[in-house]
């Protein structure tokens, strides 16, 4: 089985200060063939006008997962995190029993363009926490794991049966991800044009897989694919 779920038909809302499409049912936007795909719940691309943010507010029981595409956002939370997430870094809270935070653009001439993602967790009423982490500088052409259940070094932590990846293709070459039996695949085309199993796909759109026996994504410079291996 392979769906594409095409950049343009996303939900889309708009104010003064916040650009935000919407893969999956969120806030006002609601459609019922789209409410998540496995544990995966939401992927926001929010782009935020310098000065604008999200006042402080609260989450439970959510993996909460943001990707800077480019600027900088500003984070604090009730856990007493402060800091700059930018592009190259992935940042992960578990909301878990509850947590208050604010998320703001740092620029204030810039915009900041994002992606955030949750995931609901495997368990309810888990202690809150927060990571933040450099992804490694693997290269172009090969998929880096940004994070999973267990995760080490390089990479957050994620409570629920998911691997993440990044993958950045190269001209004329393809990366490929073999699926053990039971596995699923949702893939965001982060940045650029991509081919995700013959599927051309640009920035927005993204692709859902079930008992296929590989992925493979091929494109040009530039392309930035985030991959969930879902359980």
Request: no cysteine; proline share 4%; aromatic share 6%.
């Amino acid at each position: 089985m392979i769906a594409l779920r095409k950049a343009n038909e996303r939900g889309h809302a708009r104010i003064d200060w916040l650009d935000s499409w919407h893969t999956f049912s969120f806030a006002d936007y609601h459609d019922p063939a789209f409410m998540g795909f496995r544990s995966l719940r939401v992927i926001n691309e929010d782009r935020i006008a310098p000065g604008g943010g999200f006042p402080t507010h609260a989450h439970k029981d959510m993996e909460i997962i943001t990707y800077v595409l480019e600027g900088a956002l500003e984070h604090k939370d009730s856990l007493g995190s402060h800091g700059r997430i930018v592009p190259g870094e992935i940042q992960k809270m578990s909301a878990g029993t509850g947590i208050r935070h604010s998320e703001f653009n740092a620029s204030a001439e810039l915009p900041v363009h994002l992606l955030q993602i949750w995931i609901l967790p495997d368990q309810a009423n888990l202690k809150p926490s927060y990571e933040q982490v450099t992804i490694p500088a693997a290269g172009a052409g090969r998929l880096q794991l940004i994070g999973a259940r267990g995760a080490q070094d390089g990479m957050v932590s994620i409570h629920q049966d998911v691997s993440l990846y990044t993958a950045r293709p190269v001209a004329g070459s393809a990366i490929r991800h073999e699926l053990a039996s039971g596995r699923y695949v949702f893939a965001h085309v982060a940045r650029g044009q991509v081919e995700i199993n013959g599927h051309a796909l640009v920035a927005g759109d993204a692709i859902a897989m079930a008992e296929e026996p590989a992925v493979v994504i091929t494109g040009g410079e530039g392309s930035d694919v985030l991959l969930f291996d879902l359980g």
